[in-house]
């Protein structure tokens, strides 16, 4: 069976979403790719994801080169159709070229900063620009000299917190360490004086011993009229 018809609507779901944009802008770069190709023509192809990435196709060199031909058929064509907007137009278009100077001259101080193309640079031009590095860099160490105070004031703070928990947490400990040695205190006192009693309890003298078993036999032969052998 073939496919269905494909809905043309906003896929819910994430996933399938993700591998549809990929699947599809791999496609349409190969399209424009092979226009370019067969038909010698100019493409230049533009494409943002929905997280704002860019993806990007250009038959030529440049795809500023591409962009500025488009403004200007653009403002070929609306020169044509509109004569009565020039004015507006031509300065939309000098903003446009005023925008494009300023792009390219951040760009390339963007390069020189990181060494590149410095070659075509005289030597007041490198001074100066020693100096706003110089100058950056000072701010840098400023800055990151500030955050390693501010750590430092905090990891203080934290181990000041941490004394005092740790005093506390020994103070707690030798309380609790005397109140079990005055326990132990009293409960051997208490077993030492239940074993003394039970030592007075279960051993009686011998001498009182004695005296109460003749006692015992005398009562005994008295009662029953029997002479002790000693006696006769």
């Not at 496919?3 to 599809?24: D, H, M, S």
């Amino acid at each position: 069976m073939g496919r269905g018809k494909v809905v043309l609507k906003r896929i819910e779901n994430k996933i399938n979403r993700q591998v549809t944009f990929a699947k599809r802008r791999n496609g349409l770069l190969k399209k424009a790719y092979e226009l370019s190709v067969l038909c010698d023509a100019e493409v230049a192809l533009i494409i943002f994801s929905a997280r704002g990435k860019l993806y990007e196709f250009s038959s030529s060199s440049s795809m500023d080169q591409t962009l500025e031909k488009y403004q200007r058929y653009s403002y070929a064509q609306l020169e044509t159709t509109q004569p009565d907007n020039n004015a507006q137009l031509q300065g939309r278009y000098q903003e446009y070229l005023k925008l494009k100077a300023k792009v390219e001259s951040l760009k390339q101080t963007q390069r020189h900063v990181l060494g590149e193309d410095l070659e075509r640079l005289e030597t007041s031009e490198l001074h100066q620009l020693e100096r706003q590095l110089d100058s950056t860099l000072k701010h840098i160490r400023s800055i990151r000299t500030q955050h390693l105070l501010h750590q430092i004031s905090d990891l203080q703070e934290k181990e000041k917190a941490l004394i005092e928990m740790n005093k506390a947490l020994q103070n707690k400990l030798e309380k609790n360490s005397e109140t079990m040695q005055l326990s132990w205190e009293i409960e051997e006192g208490h077993c030492n004086q239940l074993a003394a009693e039970k030592e007075d309890l279960f051993e009686p003298s011998q001498s009182n011993n004695s005296m109460q078993i003749d006692q015992v036999i005398l009562s005994t032969e008295n009662a029953v009229g029997v002479t002790p052998g000693w006696m006769t």
